[in-house]
């Protein structure tokens, strides 16, 4: 009786939430009695101690969640072929191609109420925008993007472009800066050998008006994920068609903290803490394949727009900053990552160890039978571990040492790693020499980079956009549409929000 009325009273409390709209009252009430059920049979042992002691986090995923957490369907598939669960025919005209995909994304979800990836859209619209008015298309497009934000408010909605020009590209970078969405978080595939110049140089103004695209190394994510590959969520590297079952991550700063040396990290509490997330994510793949109704059921499985085996686990990780900051105070070294050479080989050498362990891993369900590591863009309860693999905001090397170290970690992370470099006014005056910034990080190791204003409004906060004024308007008791933007009121994130260094050209 006791917990009964402690539910009823937790219930309430959700209900009654002013700060909350009804959908944001109605995820919660669902989160809430999803995480009543117990962790996935086969959960170790060891992983109720190192949730607890914060080593480990489970991201919010739920204790028996009923779907993957990412998905990418198949848009393309959609337009040409329709979709009878929906009662849609294949799309002739731009007009019937977006009023498609927005019933499309309706329908859609992930571990949430919304897709976390609308499709390549360029390569999806092109062939319907070429056939219309140039005017009458972005007329279109325009209220097309607006739907979205409208109706999608999360930040973590993501739609992709490149790596050629297009019509529809140069439409869209048109369009993002005038309309100053949040949503949807867009992804440049970039190709030096192919994304023209001008194009990039484009997008990279529209970056700094409205923080919008970023720019993903196409070939890298080609490679290692696979050619019809979509960027999804923040900045996750997932097949289309598929997506990645669920996304668990090391506290690698905790981990440090709670290590007694140097050597009982990398000989015990390392392992350890690996092993137990690796079983974890073990867990809950097999429970959501075997035990849930999504892949037996769902339309978007029963009509191929995606499929079971394009599926991966993404094993995370947050904190290497500080991570390899403690390792060296515990080996009375006073080298800091980003400013010492010893303190970033130990970067290296953190994740060649939990890279090793990931790949000689097995799993049955997840695509080619392992999983892939990602560099997480924070959570609440990340005191002690910054975003990833990121050098702490504010004690950031001169620039082009730090994009040389971002280069070093990068390149472990096939399905999601990424570095913000805000700029100051003097950037819109130097677009070449903004490009030849972000050239130069690829060509030293980064995959994926970002930029904005940092004096504007929008503003990317780990792997997400986010306004400036709806943080204030929350943080007044005000109700905002955006899901999001919650997430840098708590404590922990909010210190992503300041303390970028700002570069300039000047």
Same mark, same amino acid.
């Given at each position: ?159 992709? &472009? ?138 978007? $499985? ?11 686990? &993404? ?8 991570? $390899? ?22 970067? $290296? ?138 997430? $840098? ?18």
């Amino acid at each position: 009786m006791g917990d009964c009325k402690l539910c009823q009273k937790q219930i309430e409390e959700i209900m009654n939430d002013t700060k909350l709209t009804y959908w944001q009252r109605t995820d919660s009430l669902a989160k809430y009695a999803e995480n009543l059920l117990d962790y996935p049979e086969g959960t170790p042992k060891e992983f109720y101690e190192l949730l607890k002691s914060g080593e480990i986090c489970d991201l919010f995923e739920g204790h028996g969640p009923k779907c993957p957490r990412y998905i990418l369907p198949d848009y393309k598939k959609f337009l040409k072929e329709g979709s009878s669960f929906l009662r849609i025919e294949p799309a002739k005209t731009l007009y019937e191609a977006v009023n498609s995909l927005q019933i499309f994304y309706h329908n859609a979800h992930s571990i949430d109420r919304f897709p976390v990836f609308l499709g390549r859209l360029d390569d999806l619209l092109e062939e319907y925008v070429i056939k219309e008015d140039r005017d009458e298309a972005k007329k279109i497009l325009k209220w097309f993007l607006i739907n979205i934000d409208r109706t999608m408010s999360d930040s973590f909605v993501q739609a992709n &472009l490149g790596p050629e020009e297009t019509v529809t590209g140069n439409i869209i970078l048109e369009l993002l800066p005038e309309l100053q969405n949040i949503t949807p978080n867009m992804t440049l595939r970039y190709d030096p050998n192919i994304t023209p110049d001008d194009f990039a140089k484009k997008a990279l103004d529209s970056a700094l008006r409205c923080a919008n695209p970023a720019f993903a190394l196409d070939e890298f994510y080609k490679e290692r994920v696979g050619e019809e590959y979509g960027i999804a969520s923040c900045y996750n590297g997932l097949l289309i068609g598929g997506g990645a079952f669920t996304l668990t991550r090391l506290r690698l700063g905790t981990i440090a903290a709670n290590s007694r040396s140097y050597d009982d990290f990398f000989e015990n509490r390392l392992p350890l803490c690996i092993d137990t997330q690796l079983k974890f994510m073990d867990a809950k793949i097999r429970n959501v394949v075997e035990n849930r109704a999504f892949f037996s059921s769902d339309w978007m $499985v029963k009509e191929g727009f995606v499929y079971k085996d394009k599926f991966v686990g &993404l094993f995370g990780l947050v904190g290497l900053y500080e991570c $390899v900051n403690t390792l060296m105070e515990k080996s009375g070294k006073t080298g800091r990552m980003g400013h010492d050479e010893e303190a970033d080989q130990l970067g $290296v050498k953190i994740l060649e160890a939990i890279e090793k362990a990931v790949n000689e891993h097995y799993c049955p369900y997840s695509y080619k039978h392992r999983f892939v590591m990602h560099s997480q863009v924070g959570a609440d309860g990340d005191e002690g571990n910054s975003a990833g693999t990121r050098i702490a905001y504010g004690d950031e090397p001169q620039l082009y040492e730090h994009l040389r170290n971002c280069g070093l970690y990068h390149r472990f992370f096939p399905s999601g790693v990424g570095d913000i470099f805000p700029f100051d006014e003097t950037a819109f005056r130097n677009l070449d020499a903004l490009l030849d910034i972000f050239k130069g990080g690829f060509k030293v190791g980064v995959k994926y980079m970002s930029t904005y204003l940092g004096s504007g409004d929008l503003i990317r906060v780990t792997g997400y956009l986010v306004k400036r004024s709806e943080v204030e308007k929350l943080k007044k008791g005000e109700v905002v549409a955006n899901d999001s933007i919650a997430l $840098v009121v708590d404590k922990t994130p909010a210190r992503h929000l300041n303390g970028k260094k700002v570069q300039s050209f000047d």
